[in-house]
């Protein structure tokens, strides 16, 4: 079975504060890696994929990375407006559904 | 990328009442999903809704509670059945694609 832990579950940051999440799976078959961020009563919007151990994403503060058992965002100097939960999903090879973690709830203060 | 749709956005609904989800997506897609993410929960499938086939659904969700139509290849509907305050949650409708996007949600209260 498919499973996926991120931690921590929340965290708070200073603006500017640099900090990383983690998210641990467990798939038969890795077809993709995917973080998405999710704002209060909102549908999940999606971040990036990722594919293959060894592999890196950027997108402004952010940075996925990924190896053979977890991935990590990376954010650097975050801002206010980065508060969010961020999920991340596994997909298994032969499979269109994902197997979502339970995601970190992040704060950032001024 | 599609562009996903969904109707209600959010509703406050009666236990034992129904509330019917709509989906709707802008190119045709073969596969739908619909998901469910109870509050302070990861997001869990509930059913596969392809064109012209009954959905598939997942262990631990039902037909007769969450009975879904697929009706043409850009449309489907969720409906949430006879509902008690634990249905509520949001619930999430996307396709297939790669990356998987997902529709704005519909936010439900059980009262």
């Known amino acids: 079975e498919d499973q996926v832990t991120q931690s921590p579950e929340a965290l708070r940051l200073q603006e500017g504060e640099s900090s990383s999440l983690n998210c641990s799976y467990t798939?038969?078959?890795?077809?993709?890696l995917f973080w998405y961020r999710q704002d209060p009563g909102k549908g999940p919007e999606f971040l990036f994929t990722?594919?293959?151990a060894g592999e890196e994403k950027e997108k402004e503060r952010l940075k996925a990375t990924l190896t053979k058992k977890e991935s990590f965002l990376h954010i650097t100097a975050p801002k206010p407006e980065d508060s969010a939960t961020y999920l991340c999903?596994?997909?298994?090879?032969?499979?269109?559904?994902?197997?979502f973690g339970k995601g970190t709830m992040l704060l950032v203060s001024p | 990328s599609a562009v996903i749709s969904q109707k209600p956005s959010r509703d406050i609904c009666q236990r034992g009442t129904s509330l019917t989800i709509q989906c709707q997506v802008d190119?045709?897609?073969?596969?739908m999903f619909w998901y469910r993410q109870q509050p302070g929960q990861s997001l869990t499938l509930i059913a596969t809704?392809?064109?012209?086939?009954?959905?598939?659904?997942e262990s631990g969700f039902v037909i007769d509670k969450f009975p879904i139509s697929r009706p043409n290849l850009t449309f489907s509907t969720l409906t949430v059945s006879n509902m008690s305050p634990e249905d509520s949650s949001i619930y999430l409708c996307?396709?297939?694609?790669?990356?998987?996007?997902f529709g704005p949600g519909t936010r439900l209260t059980v009262l």
């Open positions: 190119s045709q897609v073969t596969m």
């Open positions: 996307s396709v297939e694609a790669q990356p998987t996007h």
């Open positions: 809704a392809n064109q012209g086939s009954e959905a598939t659904y």
């Open positions: 999903a596994v997909q298994a090879s032969g499979y269109s559904t994902l197997t």
């Open positions: 990722l594919y293959s």
């Open positions: 798939v038969s078959g890795l077809r993709g």
